[in-house]
């Protein structure tokens, strides 16, 4: 039986009635971001680096005190997405440094993190196909124990090397927060990375192509004429006039039908509309699903937009950190470096592939997937996350490109 509520809306889509924890989930997250980026602005215009002096042409950057969760300050530190920042590192170093993980366990290296991941993603990924909701939460755990895993292979690989350089007596490139582009282990991450978030993909094509996603909202309420055995109760002894319009609250769930089921659910859709209609409703509009085509184009285009995202954004990291972190002998040239990554400009560049980075993209997932928002999601950002990418990658462009002549002009002068 349809419970009638007495509104006075035409048409009111009833999407936050079982939102409130992925609300508050999002605001615990936004105030605590918010909160350490300012304790990473200010610790960025303290900054100095940590330099030992040596007759190459550059000099690495150094940096040997105990962990903190805003040193070393390198850009790829500053460049990554809020959880893998102010969440998965500092589980991943509380993992090593206060359990020892890699002392109690020496035949875990990098590469061994990496393909745990990945085997975390792939189980994951068939979880989140699954129709039972606990389950797709079970899998969106998982995935995230995958970027989690991201985080702790490069922990594991410098707690390694560090450990090699000590014994060798050697401080050099000590705890640096950094990719080290072309060895083995960065090639096996970057595979595994690369093939986690093909798992995801397909998982969510998979799943969507099962069930295809409605146009409609699953709980809308709709305004008709009230009927005579309306159930809504009005004071009679204050002369109170009965409304003329109510309000009929209506459930439609797509989670276990079949294509049979769904065709029959929206002819019966229909009808009910159509009897509920009135000068102020037609009674053309009926419950209508996406096509295979239109999914899978959502899901193909985002697909690229996380692998375009991951490639764009590795590239900027390695340009900006052989311009900025590898300083030159000349004093005068180091402290230009050191000026332009603690400039405003470079502060905002970094802060937004924070927001729009291929890391971030995954969580975002992770997280979608467990309120049962994964849709909602994919929907939003189909158009939007193309439009932020190709801006902020030309932004980023000529910001490196301007960055980049003018340090070489300076050093030329000098």
Known sequence: MIP?????NNLIVSSLNNNYKFVFFGLILIIYFAWMDIALFINLQRWSPQIQANTTQTIKYNYVDPFSVFKPLSVKLVM????????????ARFIEDTLHFTTLFPWVTANFVSYAGLLSALIGSRLIISDNTMYCKLGAILFELRNLADSLDGVVYRSRKRREELLKQDQASIGVYQSNYGSYGYNVD??????GGLFFCTAILIKFLKHLPSKAPSNILIRRPRSDNSNYKYDRLQNEEPPKYEMLQMEYTTDQASPTHQRSKSLEYSEVFAQTSSSDIQPTASRRHLTSFQVKLIVVSFGFRLLFTGLIWDHF????????????????????QEQAFKSISMWLVM????LGNACAILEHLSITTFF??????????????WVYLIVLSLFTQMHYTELYQSLNKYSALV
């Open 372 to 385: 049962g928002k994964l849709w909602d999601y994919l929907v939003f950002t189909n158009y939007v996350g």
């Open 80 to 91: 990554i997405d809020h959880v893998t920042h102010y969440v998965h590192d500092i589980l």
């Open 351 to 354: 802060w937004f592939w924070r």
């Open 190 to 195: 970057v595979i595994c990375d690369g093939l």
């Open 4 to 8: 009638s509520i007495s509104l006075n």
């Open 317 to 336: 990291v390695h340009k900006y950190h052989v311009l900025l972190m590898e300083f030159s002998d000349n004093p005068y040239v180091r402290r230009m």
